[in-house]
């Protein structure tokens, strides 16, 4: 699908920064303009969007990893948006409701949401029927916060802007900041954006019992001037 655009105001919160008028915006009525991606041995795509509404689904007792990212790769300074649906996920799954920007394995900011391990759900504070949000930035330098999440829809944001020439780095759950960080890197990086579907071992105990799946309804990307 071609990318929309759509007339926004200046963004409230931003660091030191202004934004561009016009925010990119994939409203997943079709994949058009989009790649699937997986890293598994599971050729099926399990990816599909009905009404405005894309959903990403795993198997249970798999290692699937799906996932969609955009054509481009050159998105910086700016707001990422996702407006995701966090489903209830089986008790103890590896398995992660995934909004995140990607450059390389060294330059990866992350939204991974799942059921989360036990020692992190005691740690956290997580209530029966809460989900794990893990902000995760891979390296320069790796930082990984971790929060309860309420199931149901959710707006999560990254915000990238610029101190003294590198990115500053904020995560927003339903426009509260939960993490923030100042990288080693700036605009020499330029990511790709990406939502998926993961059974992924850190995020869990044990190997999914049951399909578990993510919904998408928006992704978004803002540039910052």
Not at 80 to 103: L, N
Request: glycine fraction near 8%; charge should be negative.
């Amino acid at each position: 699908m071609t990318a929309k655009w759509l007339f926004a105001t200046l963004c409230a919160g931003c660091l030191a920064c202004s934004c561009s008028e016009k925010p990119e915006r994939w409203d997943f009525d079709n994949l058009d303009g989009l790649v699937c991606t997986h890293q598994d041995d599971n050729p099926a795509q399990q990816i599909e969007c009905r009404d405005g509404i894309m959903k990403i689904f795993t198997r249970a007792n798999s290692r699937d990893r799906k996932k969609v990212r955009t054509v481009g790769s050159d998105y910086g300074a700016g707001r990422y948006t996702w407006r995701v649906y966090i489903p209830e996920m089986g008790v103890g799954d590896q398995a992660s409701v995934g909004a995140f920007i990607y450059h390389d394995d060294q330059h990866e900011l992350d939204f991974e949401i799942g059921y989360g391990p036990q020692e992190v759900r005691e740690r956290i504070g997580a209530k029966p029927g809460e989900m794990v949000a893990y902000m995760t930035t891979q390296d320069n330098p790796h930082q990984s916060v971790q929060v309860p999440i309420a199931c149901g829809w959710h707006t999560c944001d990254i915000e990238l802007s610029l101190r003294d020439g590198r990115y500053y780095a904020r995560w927003l759950i339903d426009g509260n900041e939960v993490a923030a960080v100042q990288l080693t890197f700036g605009p020499e990086i330029t990511f790709t954006i990406m939502c998926s579907v993961e059974n992924l071992l850190f995020i869990g105990d044990h190997i999914p019992a049951q399909d578990n799946y993510g919904l998408f309804d928006y992704m978004e990307y803002l540039r910052f001037e």
